[in-house]
T-cell receptor
Framework: GAGVSQSPRYKVAKRGQDVALRCDPISGHVSLFWYQQALGQGPEFLTYFQNEAQLDKSGLPSDRFFAERPEGSVSTLKIQRTQQEDSAVYLC?????????????FGQGTRLTVV | KQEVTQIPAALSVPEGENLVLNCSFTDSAIYNLQWFRQDPGKGLTSLLLIQSSQREQTSGRLNASLDKSSGRSTLYIAASQPGDSATYLCAVADMGRRALTFGSGTRLQVQP
């Protein structure tokens, strides 16, 4: 596609509910990143994939957070037993190269509200 | 651990003014630095990317400079317009790590 696509755009979850957020990167992009952005803050890194391999998950805040990219294209970020502090915008980004860091392209984000 | 700071946190200027946004980072071992724009409720739009070997990049009314040794970057916006109103984010890509480290942003309002 023309850009990074994320769905849903908005998600309201009851505390304790599981959610799944989808990211469709730019076609052919090898690298895929997930970030979490709290209100009024810059995005914070969650995890990074190179094709289907999850090479860095150091930013995942707890074991309730899980990400996958089984075929090296679409990725899903899953949050189990959601809590109020999980409320944030979740941003997905992709880039074309695996060598020196190159330009990252971001999706519109999914705004998660846990009530 | 890399830390990125942006000053000021918010800025309001009349239309037509030239302005400078500042970004500083604590670890100078970076691959590149990227400036983004974020409109309310939207994702990030890449404005300029400066590789570590470069000193500046220009795109239209925007000019970004990088002084890696001192850990500083500036984004210069010439002849500001109301359409420039947005949050501007600075992010660095550290050596040996793919992820970007972001500042908290500068919220810019250009008044007509």
């Amino acid at each position: 596609g023309a850009g990074v696509s994320q769905s849903p755009r908005y998600k309201v979850a009851k505390r304790g509910q599981d959610v799944a957020l989808r990211c469709d990167p730019i076609s052919g992009h090898v690298s895929l990143f997930w970030y979490q952005q709290a209100l009024g803050q810059g995005p914070e890194f969650l995890t990074y994939f190179q094709n289907e391999a999850q090479l860095d998950k150091s930013g995942l805040p707890s074991d309730r957070f899980f990400a996958e990219r089984p075929e090296g294209s679409v990725s899903t970020l899953k949050i189990q037993r959601t809590q109020q502090e999980d409320s944030a915008v979740y941003l997905c980004a992709s880039s074309s190269e695996t060598g020196l860091a190159t330009e990252a392209f971001f999706g519109q984000g999914t705004r998660l509200t846990v009530v | 651990k890399q830390e990125v700071t942006q000053i000021p946190a918010a800025l309001s200027v009349p239309e037509g003014e030239n302005l400078v946004l500042n970004c500083s980072f604590t670890d100078s071992a970076i691959y590149n630095l990227q400036w983004f724009r974020q409109d309310p409720g939207k994702g990030l739009t890449s404005l300029l990317l400066i590789q570590s070997s470069q000193r500046e990049q220009t795109s239209g009314r925007l000019n970004a400079s990088l002084d890696k040794s001192s850990g500083r970057s500036t984004l210069y916006i010439a002849a500001s317009q109301p359409g420039d109103s947005a949050t501007y984010l600075c992010a660095v890509a550290d050596m040996g790590r793919r992820a970007l480290t972001f500042g908290s942003g500068t919220r810019l309002q250009v008044q007509p």
